[in-house]
Every structure is written in structure tokens, then in C-alpha cells.
């Protein structure tokens, strides 16, 4: 069984920072392209930052967090990190760790979800 367990989440002024983890089970963590989704009340989930598997060479941000997210894995560990700096309230949303197998992942921002977590809260006061 497939378990994607997140972790780092919380309150944070704006201007902040936070690191979100995920830890991944039951699957060749080094296999998989990993990313990180967030969804806001009211709104659709959306895709935030993706990293391809092995050496992770391929990443994808959006516009709206690009120069201020970094997502990064380390397959010794397991895990995958997204790294918020500069928060902005309207960060503010439930987030998401993914996991894909698809057989590639271009570095887009169209990511292909197999596995979900449970998601994290993050909150970024004004």
C-alpha cells in the first residue's frame, strides 16, 4: 500500500517561511515523480511544484510561486520537500503531496497524480 505522509505544515506571517516534507511508502521512492498540489476554500486543487524521478533533473513551478517555492527530493530518505519562502496570504490552503508514475514528466505544469496524501494546512497571516 501506497502512503504519502506530509508534514511542516502551519501559521506563519507574511513574508514567511515554510518547509513542507512528505514522506513516501509501499513504493520505489526513486521511481516516482513527485509533486505538491495545494487547495484553497472554494477553489480547485492546483498543481504547485513538481520534480522528476532519479535525479530529479526536470521541475515545474506555476507563475504564482515560481522564484519563491523550490521543491527538492532526497531518495535516500524517501522524501520530497517544498521550500516556501516569502508567503503570501494567498498561499494560504491545504497542501498536498503527489506521487506519478507516469513513464516521464517534462518539467510542465501538468502533472499526473497516481497517489495522494492527506495534505498539510498552511495558513499565512496579514
Known amino acids: 500500500q501506497v502512503q504519502l505522509v506530509e508534514s511542516g505544515g502551519g501559521l506563519v506571517q507574511a513574508g514567511g517561511s515554510l518547509r513542507l516534507s512528505c514522506v513516501v511508502s509501499g513504493r520505489t521512492f526513486v521511481t516516482s515523480h513527485m509533486g505538491w498540489f495545494r487547495q484553497a476554500p472554494g477553489k480547485e486543487r492546483e498543481f504547485v511544484a513538481g520534480?522528476?524521478?532519479?535525479?530529479?533533473?526536470?521541475?515545474g513551478y506555476p507563475d504564482s510561486v515560481k522564484g519563491r517555492f523550490t521543491i527538492t527530493r532526497d531518495n535516500v530518505k524517501n522524501t520530497v520537500y517544498l521550500q516556501m519562502n516569502s508567503l503570501r496570504p494567498e498561499d494560504t490552503a491545504v497542501y498536498y503531496c503527489?506521487?506519478?508514475?507516469?513513464?516521464?514528466?517534462?518539467?510542465?505544469?501538468?502533472?499526473?497524480?497516481?497517489?495522494w496524501g492527506q495534505g498539510t494546512q498552511v495558513t499565512v497571516s496579514s
Open positions: 503527489a506521487a506519478s508514475t507516469d513513464r516521464t514528466y517534462d518539467g510542465g505544469t501538468y502533472f499526473n497524480v497516481a497517489y
Open positions: 520534480i522528476s524521478s532519479w535525479t530529479g533533473s526536470r521541475i
